[in-house]
């Protein structure tokens, strides 16, 4: 079993940053994509941002020039460092792992989510 434990939502203004962390623990041979997604009230989750073993990135149009994603493979850890907030960014967000056993496939696990509100 997997577990993603995540950390640093809270409550700003528009135009200021916030840090996500999220890091993996448990049965973990490896892991083949970390990323972070986020689900408004009443709208569909979304990908926010993305980052793979090679180190390959992948943002939503939405975000893109605003927020980082970064990782550290050695650790299972992944970061979100979201610059100039909106409050279109208010949402729950989740961070995500596909992780490989040791058999070779690969297993979806979600962290429990971190509320991010940004006040206008």
């Known amino acids: 079993q997997v577990q993603l434990v995540e950390s640093g939502g809270g409550l700003v203004q528009a135009g200021e940053s916030l840090r996500l962390f999220c890091a993996a623990s448990?049965?973990?041979?490896?892991?083949?994509?970390m990323g972070w997604y986020r689900q408004a009230p009443g709208k569909q989750r979304e990908l926010v941002a993305s980052i793979n073993q090679g180190g390959s990135t992948n943002y939503a149009d939405s975000v893109k020039g605003r927020f980082t994603i970064s990782g550290d493979n050695a650790k299972n850890t992944v970061y979100l460092r979201m610059n100039s907030l909106k409050s279109e960014d208010t949402a729950v967000y989740y961070c995500?792992?596909?992780?490989?056993?040791?058999?070779?496939?690969?297993?979806?696990?979600w962290g429990q989510g971190t509320q991010v509100t940004v006040s206008s």
């Open positions: 995500n792992a596909d992780v490989y056993d040791s058999t070779g496939r690969t297993n979806g696990y």
């Open positions: 448990g049965s973990i041979f490896s892991i083949n994509v």
